[in-house]
């Protein structure tokens, strides 16, 4: 599986981005997605998780401001981002899980909320 994820930039706060992954290769293998983050000098942390069951789970920090949704027709998912904070400025990860327990990563995507 490979993921190529896109959408990062600049943004005021207070400022929308929606970032998208691709997945490709053995695309039916895949069960969950999420996206993670990394902020400089932190530990990377999960943001939004959408299973292949249908369950959406955020992190407390995104409740009402992030959205995470699958297009499975385009092996896509996205992350929405509303009311974006100086604090969501990170390098954002898309991830997959496939049915053996196996991890995949996208490259990152950069994204800069200043104030």
């Known amino acids: 599986v490979q993921l190529q994820a896109s959408g990062g930039g600049s943004v005021q706060a207070g400022g929308s981005l929606r970032l998208s992954c691709v997945a490709s290769?053995?695309?039916?293998?895949?069960?969950?997605m999420a996206w993670y983050r990394q902020a400089p000098g932190k530990e990377r942390e999960l943001v939004a998780l959408?299973?292949?069951?249908?369950?959406?789970r955020y992190a407390d920090f995104v409740k009402g401001r992030f959205t995470i949704s699958r297009d499975n027709a385009r092996n896509t998912v996205y992350l929405q981002m509303n009311s974006l904070k100086p604090e969501d400025t990170a390098v954002y990860y898309c991830?997959?899980?496939?049915?053996?327990?196996?991890?995949?990563w996208g490259q990152g995507t950069l994204v800069t909320v200043s104030s």
């Open positions: 959408a299973t292949s069951g249908g369950t959406r």
């Open positions: 991830y997959a899980e496939d049915r053996w327990g196996d991890d995949y």
């Open positions: 290769g053995d695309i039916f293998s895949i069960d969950d």
